[in-house]
């Protein structure tokens, strides 16, 4: 009454396919949670706020905005 090899090799299988699911499901989360901030946080901002972050982004990249 030994351990068979193939025993712990699916237990180590279902182990790694388990950890790939839950890894997987906290990236989207936390990719879910960023995509909401940002889209709230675009939509709720005013227009002024919008126009001076385009406007410094330009113009940190060395591009004319004028």
Do not use: E, W
């Not at 068979?4 to 839950?22: C, E, H, P, V, Y």
């Not at 995509?35 to 972050?53: E, R």
Request: hydrophobic share 50%.
């Amino acid at each position: 009454m030994g351990i068979d090899m193939s025993q712990i090799r699916t237990a180590t299988q279902t182990q790694a396919k388990l950890n790939s699911r839950t890894a997987a499901l906290a990236a989207a989360m936390i990719v879910a949670v960023f995509g909401a901030v940002f889209t709230y946080g675009i939509g709720f901002a005013g227009a002024d706020v919008l126009h001076n972050a385009a406007h410094d982004a330009r113009h940190a990249n060395n591009f004319p905005c004028h």
